[in-house]
């Protein structure tokens, strides 16, 4: 069967002839918790997994964040674990520049079932069917994905108490708030350093840089595509990328969404448009109460919020970030240069108006956030939906708590919604909802510190 994604095979030849010395090729692969996978593949495989692609089990698609097999799912013995295909993605093979010793270089796979068909489970491939839905509209989803981490002391957090590092040009730990400090990122100078060259090494369109709302929490933009996909594909690539450059500093950098109770949580807010068939932006206008289309987008981000929780907020601390006056969203609101809402549309020029998704948490997987953000966004569009009043001022203060507020919930919520089935499809829904039910109840099952230092003595 030949590639579904021809460009690639070309791509991989013209590397390959320009890049003699890389024996070593990293295949990557993102299961449904966002987690990395893949295999690490010789030169003389390389093409051979480009023609004929890559067999991956089957089961891959149903492992929790640990990697446990999830067996209801039905994706694990029912089918005897049958191999998929795992199809190199044109683009994505780029060198490695943060590795020791011989050069290396990794690319990005999505999965096929050995009949050609694309795997229905599968998170990107799910991504892909939202975004063929605007061709009904003659429209181009245009998204950034910007993303929060913390930097901490990595052996403090492999020990299982995080705590922010020391500076890397000082030795100094960061220990207040000090939102937007440029000392905090001139003390981490080194590793933003780093950070940056290796973006531009692999193409990464990585911009703006600040010191968040807490002791070495960082964030990053990487600049609008007019190509979901592709704009998920760079996210993944750049938090292993952020990952590793921070371990050869002696760091630990940390995606998940509250590791921290004092502090604020780590998201990753989603900035979204339109483009019309000349590029143009289909959500430009004036103002916002000028832009129909995009006020009809942010009614169904408005309504599927709920039923879109569980891929925003994918894991049990997941819903330990959503606190009010914590810069986190709480309820789904909206409204104009405001913050303590869902849903902003932030200040600027007409022509670049657009929308930023706030509820998702940096530790969920991009593909099914951004599944999730654009099913809502085609659903208030063609239903031409009214999203109300825009919030004004303190919007934690005039909001009801109508998220779910925890795991279960937000599980729940997502079987009841007819629109998140009608999108992302009632196999991959009942698929991902199961699959999480099941590491819901194994992560409840485990007693924590909390458990013994609240209850051992006392009850």
Not at 40 to 62: K, Q
Not at 390 to 395: M, Q, T, Y
């Amino acid at each position: 069967m030949p590639s579904p994604y021809p460009a690639a095979l070309i791509e991989v030849r013209a590397f390959l002839d320009s890049h003699p010395a890389i024996e070593s090729f990293h295949m990557i692969w993102t299961d449904l918790s966002g987690v990395a996978r893949g295999k690490i593949l010789r030169r003389d495989e390389v093409i051979g997994a480009y023609e004929n692609g890559r067999f991956l089990p089957g089961s891959v698609m149903s492992v929790d964040a640990t990697g446990r097999d999830v067996e209801e799912t039905g994706g694990v013995w029912d089918d005897g674990d049958a191999d998929r295909i795992a199809w190199p993605l044109p683009g994505t093979l780029v060198t490695i520049p943060w590795v020791t010793g011989a050069p290396a270089a990794q690319f990005i796979t999505t999965l096929h079932e050995t009949d050609g068909r694309p795997c229905v489970n599968e998170a990107r491939q799910t991504l892909a069917r939202v975004v063929a839905r605007f061709a009904e509209f003659d429209l181009t989803p245009v998204a950034a994905v910007e993303l929060e981490f913390y930097l901490m002391d990595r052996e403090a957090a492999l020990a299982g108490h995080p705590r922010p590092p020391r500076g890397l040009t000082n030795g100094a730990r960061p220990q207040h708030f000090q939102p937007y400090l440029l000392q905090d990122t001139d003390d981490f100078a080194p590793f933003f350093d780093d950070m940056y060259a290796a973006c531009k090494v692999q193409g990464l369109p990585a911009q703006g840089l600040i010191s968040e709302y807490a002791p070495g929490q960082m964030e990053v933009v990487l600049k609008h595509r007019a190509d979901a996909l592709r704009a998920c594909d760079e996210a993944i690539m750049f938090k292993r990328l952020i990952r590793s450059v921070a371990d050869r500093h002696g760091l630990l950098a940390s995606f998940m969404a509250k590791p921290y109770s004092q502090f604020t949580g780590c998201g990753m807010h989603v900035h979204c448009s339109m483009a019309s068939p000349d590029g143009a932006n289909a959500f430009a206008a004036a103002t916002a109460a000028e832009s129909p289309l995009m006020l009809n987008a942010i009614a169904g981000l408005k309504e599927t919020m709920a039923g879109a929780m569980a891929f925003f907020a994918p894991n049990a601390n997941s819903y330990r970030r959503f606190r009010r006056s914590s810069y986190a969203p709480v309820a789904p609101t909206w409204g104009v240069n405001n913050r303590t809402v869902s849903i902003r549309v932030p200040a600027g020029s007409g022509s670049t108006m657009h929308l930023e998704h706030r509820p998702a948490g940096a530790d969920a997987n991009p593909y099914l956030v951004l599944a999730a953000v654009l099913s809502g966004m085609h659903y208030g569009m063609a239903q031409k939906l009214d999203p109300g009043p825009a919030v004004k001022g303190n919007g934690y203060q005039q909001a009801a708590p109508e998220m779910p507020t925890n795991w279960l919930a937000a599980l729940n919520a997502l079987r009841a919604s007819s629109v998140m089935a009608d999108y992302l499809g009632e196999s991959f829904i009942n698929h991902f909802a199961t699959l999480k039910e099941i590491e819901a109840d194994r992560f409840y099952a485990e007693p924590t510190e909390l458990d013994y230092a609240w209850y051992l003595r006392t009850v």
